[in-house]
């Protein structure tokens, strides 16, 4: 179930980095329960970013007693990682794992729903249940531990069902946060209208990843500007350098995906000129890219 996380590109050397210093990431640390929202264009980075987060926080801010959960969405993989249903069934069984004091109520509505028959056959999870379920067990967790939920991608689950996961973590939030609960919770999804229940506590990741990608290209551009014998050629490289970061706009796949082509023509020996010209018929969307 959470293979996405795996399977997702580690963060470029000193990048990624922002995001602790980042004021409204840093107002969630500090608080005792809370809703942050990673916001981006497509490609722009989400989902490296939050496995950086995940990897960060747990290294650094969990202690042992805390429960931590996370799901993350992904459109290519199975049903169940796609769908509001199998988020729930995910971060319930998780819960389950790590705090055995909600098993209880977990077990019961299992074994009532297993009496109807097999499982598949007889009977299935219903996304209203499982909502319920998690609510409760969330709930009685967060009032003896801290609780951190990671979620990654939820505009992946569809344009509705994002609506609607919103709307529950909202809703949830607002339960915690009425009960003195302590509940941390970071979503990231593409640039829907939802409005966040603090106001301001968002983070775009487009506006904060411009030395990322900057960070990327020199990475990936300075070997073969070293070998430019001139100040003019070390220059026009310069200036290409900070075309790509324009063009790129925020989206670091973009730069991922144009920057190494660059490079094979320059090592294929083809001229700067050459190079531009090629670099015109690039388009600037990063689907027609891909």
């Known amino acids: 179930m959470n293979s996405r ?24 640390i500090r608080e005792r329960r809370g ?55 995910s971060l319930l069984h998780q819960l389950y794992s790590q705090d055995s004091s909600v098993r209880r109520p977990i077990r019961q509505a299992f074994r009532e729903k297993r009496a109807l028959g ?16 998690f609510r409760n067990a969330v709930l009685h967790v967060a009032s003896s531990r801290k609780v951190v939920m990671l979620v990654d991608a939820l505009d992946e689950a569809g344009t509705e069902a994002a609506k609607e996961i919103a709307s529950y973590f909202h809703i949830l939030n607002d339960r915690i946060s009425s009960t003195n609960g302590s509940t941390r919770i970071c979503i990231s999804c593409r640039h829907y209208p939802i409005t966040a229940t603090i106001p301001g506590r968002e983070v775009w990741v487009e506006e904060n ?26 220059n026009a490289w310069g200036e290409l350098k900070d075309d790509l970061l324009r063009k790129a706009s925020g989206v670091f796949q973009w730069a991922r995906l144009v920057v190494p082509l660059v490079t094979k023509y320059a090592l294929d ?4 000129p050459y190079i531009r010209h090629q670099l015109l ?8 890219v891909a």
Request: net charge negative; aromatic share 10%.
């Open 35 to 89: 809703l942050l929202w990673i916001k981006g264009k497509p490609g722009a980075g989400k989902s490296t970013l939050m496995a950086y987060i995940y990897r960060h926080f747990h290294d650094t801010h969990m202690a042992e007693q805390d429960v931590y959960l996370d799901f993350f969405f992904t459109r290519r993989g199975t049903t169940l990682q796609q769908t509001p249903l199998g988020m729930l069934r």
């Open 281 to 288: 018929e690039v388009p600037a969307g990063l689907g027609a």
């Open 269 to 272: 020996g083809e001229s700067l």
């Open 209 to 234: 990843n411009q030395e990322d990608i900057s960070s990327f290209i020199r990475d990936e551009l300075d070997p073969i500007v070293k070998r430019e014998e001139t100040s003019s050629d070390v």
């Open 118 to 133: 097999k499982v598949g056959e007889a009977w299935n999870w219903h996304l209203k249940e499982l909502e319920d379920l």
């Open 5 to 28: 996380r795996s399977d997702t590109d580690n963060a470029h050397p000193n990048t990624c980095t922002w995001i602790l210093q980042h004021e409204h990431y840093l107002a969630w």
